[in-house]
C-alpha cells in the first residue's frame, strides 16, 4: 500500500511538470469537490479548509466528497472538466486497475468514481494504470 502511495505521488509530480508545458489552460491536482447529485451542485473545497477538517478530526464533514487526482480545465471555470484523470495502482501488478464502486453509506451508491466524476464534473473520466494502459469510465 505505501509504495502505492508512493507511486502516486510520483506520477502526480510527472504530470505536473508535462501539464505546465503542454496544456494551455488550467489544471487541478487532488482539488477537492463537494458534489450534491440531486442539486447537480459542486463546489471546491480548499487545501486548508480540508486540512485543518482532517486535523480537527472532523473527517466525516469530508463524506461524500470527490478528489480526483488530475482535471484539465478548458477555460477558467474550475467547476468543469474538459477531462478528469485517475491514477490507479493496483497490487499485485497482475490485478487489472478498476474504479471504485461507493457503497451503501454514499450518496453515490451503485456508481462508481468514473461515472461521479463525469457527472460532477462534466468531461469524461479516465483511469491510468502503469503497464494497463487508459480506460474510460
Same mark, same amino acid.
Given at each position: 500500500?505505501q509504495l502505492?502511495k508512493?507511486?502516486h %505521488?510520483l506520477?502526480?509530480q510527472c504530470a *505536473?511538470?508535462v ?5 494551455p489552460a488550467p ?5 477537492r469537490y463537494?458534489y450534491?447529485?440531486n =442539486?447537480r451542485f459542486? *463546489?471546491?473545497?480548499?487545501? +486548508?479548509k480540508e +486540512?485543518?477538517? #482532517? ?5 466525516d464533514?469530508?463524506?461524500g466528497? #470527490?478528489?480526483?487526482d488530475? %482535471?484539465l480545465h ?7 472538466? +474538459?477531462?478528469?484523470l ?7 501488478d497482475?490485478n487489472l486497475?478498476?474504479?471504485?464502486e461507493?457503497?451503501p ?8 468514481q468514473? *461515472?461521479v466524476?463525469? =457527472?460532477?464534473?462534466g468531461?469524461?473520466a479516465?483511469?491510468?494504470s502503469?503497464?494497463n494502459? %487508459?480506460?474510460?469510465?
Amino acid at each position: 500500500m505505501q509504495l502505492g502511495k508512493l507511486k502516486h %505521488v510520483l506520477a502526480l509530480q510527472c504530470a *505536473e511538470e508535462v501539464l505546465k508545458e503542454l496544456w494551455p489552460a488550467p489544471f487541478s491536482i487532488e482539488q477537492r469537490y463537494r458534489y450534491y447529485p440531486n =442539486a447537480r451542485f459542486l *463546489e471546491t473545497i480548499s487545501r +486548508a479548509k480540508e +486540512a485543518q477538517l #482532517i486535523a480537527d478530526g472532523c473527517t466525516d464533514e469530508l463524506r461524500g466528497t #470527490i478528489k480526483p487526482d488530475i %482535471v484539465l480545465h478548458e477555460d477558467r471555470n474550475l467547476l468543469e472538466s +474538459a477531462l478528469t484523470l485517475d491514477f490507479k495502482f493496483p497490487c499485485p501488478d497482475s490485478n487489472l486497475p478498476k474504479w471504485t464502486e461507493y457503497g451503501p453509506n454514499s450518496p453515490y451508491i451503485g456508481m462508481n468514481q468514473g *461515472e461521479v466524476y463525469k =457527472a460532477a464534473l462534466g468531461g469524461p473520466a479516465l483511469l491510468i494504470s502503469p503497464g494497463n494502459g %487508459v480506460r474510460p469510465r
